[in-house]
């Protein structure tokens, strides 16, 4: 059965410090992974897509890695900011119908002044 | 990439009633997905609307209950018919361009 993990659950930091949000999949076949950040009440928007070639890809302070061999990615903020406080969503395309997007149940994320 | 309109942003409803949901894509997709969130959860897939074509629904969400339009390729509606307040959900639009997915705002619905 095609899975997306997430974990934290929730986390909760200081601004300013870095954290890891954490993503094991089994999905299959393949075809990217997307990391994607949703703030309360709005749609997700994405930060990062990643296909199978792609170790790591960063988007201003966010970096997202990917182990194709252990199918596990991370999202790595780093100082983080008050703006950062949202719920991060890891996604796995299976490929073939553009649709068949499987969805982890997020991380939500919580930075403190 | 693709800017998706989405409304209403909220609302709250009355069981019994339905509420319509739109979504306006800035540029012509051949299929737009329609998604439910409910509190806490990931997003479900409830049905993707083709154009010209009935839409297709995944297990567990009926046409009845969720009639879906899509009288153009910028353009859908979804429909939550008869709401009770088991469908209280942010519901999504979404479409595939490229290897991106984006997403609408998101209609946050209470239904009380």
């Known amino acids: 059965k095609n899975q997306v993990e997430q974990s934290p659950q929730s986390l909760i930091i200081l601004e300013g410090k870095n954290c890891t949000l954490q993503c094991n999949y089994t999905v299959s076949p393949f075809s990217n992974l997307r990391w994607y950040k949703q703030d309360t009440g709005r749609g997700p928007v994405s930060l990062t897509i990643m296909t199978f070639s792609e170790n790591t890809k960063s988007n201003g302070r966010y970096t997202a890695t990917l182990d194709a061999d252990t199918k596990q990615s991370s999202l790595h903020i780093t100082a983080s900011q008050l703006s950062d406080s949202a719920s991060y969503i890891c996604?796995?395309?299976?490929?073939?119908?553009?649709?068949?997007?499987?969805f982890g149940k997020g991380t939500k994320l919580s930075v403190k002044p | 990439s693709a800017v998706i309109s989405q409304k209403p942003s909220r609302d709250i409803c009355q069981r019994g009633t339905s509420l319509t949901i739109q979504c306006q894509v800035d540029?012509?997709?051949?299929?737009m997905f329609w998604y439910r969130q409910q509190p806490g959860q990931s997003l479900t897939l409830i049905a993707t609307a083709n154009q010209g074509s009935e839409a297709t629904y995944e297990s567990g969400f009926v046409i009845d209950k969720f009639p879906i339009s899509r009288p153009n390729l910028t353009f859908s509606t979804l429909t939550v018919s008869n709401m009770s307040p088991e469908d209280s959900s942010i519901y999504l639009c979404s479409v595939v361009k490229g290897q991106g997915a984006f997403f609408g705002q998101g209609t946050r619905l209470t239904v009380v």
């Open positions: 996604v796995v395309s299976a490929g073939g119908s553009q649709g068949n997007l499987i």
């Open positions: 540029s012509q997709v051949t299929m």
